[in-house]
T-cell receptor
């Protein structure tokens, strides 16, 4: 059974803190993604990675960075958390080996910045 | 024009009726299309994929693709209260997957 696991289901952090969101997949997928989801705005891509140590900015990268040191792990970093980063964060992975393949999602992390 | 567009709803459908969800896309070169279902507070899960023009059926779900008109739809027959969710249309582009904003579906008991 395919699995994408995010390290936390709920997080509460203070403004200015450095926040790490971790994501691990066990499907040997090349591609990994970080999205945030807000009411009325849908899924917005923050960053994605198509290989180890490779990353590309998505639609809303400001205030975020990522790290992919191993194929199975993709981390999202909020360098200095702000209240407008309160959101649901979703990690996903997909294979690059098949053409046009679907994404599998983790369970999501609901982050609240106070 | 947004890459993937959906009516945000909410779409209210009586229990037992057919729910019809629509999606249009801008890239004529797109070859495959996905429908995800997302329950409130949960992550999206894939329910249908379609690659060829025409219909694809899976149980109560039918995906319809019309590449000439650049739209893809999802029909849910015999709608159940458990079908109440947000349905996301998605289209791969390069190594990314582009999602519509989703349509909220509410099945009325």
């Amino acid at each position: 059974d395919v699995k994408v696991t995010q390290s936390s289901r709920y997080l509460v952090k203070r403004t200015g803190e450095k926040v790490f969101l971790e994501c691990v997949q066990d499907m040997d997928h090349e591609n990994m993604f970080w999205y945030r989801q807000d009411p009325g705005l849908g899924l917005r891509l923050i960053y994605f990675s198509y290989d180890v140590k490779m990353k590309e900015k998505g639609d809303i990268p400001e205030g975020y960075s990522v790290s992919r040191e191993k194929k199975e792990r993709f981390s999202l970093i909020l360098e200095s958390a702000s209240t407008n980063q309160t959101s649901m964060y979703l990690c996903a992975s997909s294979s690059a080996q098949k053409e046009d393949t679907e994404a599998f999602f983790g369970q999501g992390t609901r982050l609240t910045v106070v | 024009q947004k890459e993937v567009e959906q009516n945000s709803g909410p779409l209210s459908v009586p229990e037992g009726a057919i729910a019809s969800l629509n999606c249009t896309y801008s890239d004529r070169g797109s070859q495959s299309f996905f429908w995800y279902r997302q329950y409130s507070g949960k992550s999206p899960e894939l329910i249908m994929s379609i690659y060829s023009n025409g219909d694809k059926e899976d149980g109560r779900f039918t995906a319809q693709l019309n590449k000439a008109s650049q739209y893809v739809s999802l029909l849910i027959r015999d709608s159940q209260p458990s079908d109440s969710a947000t349905y996301l249309c998605a289209v791969p582009r390069d190594d990314k997957i582009i999602f519509g904003k989703g349509t909220r579906l509410h099945i009325l008991p």
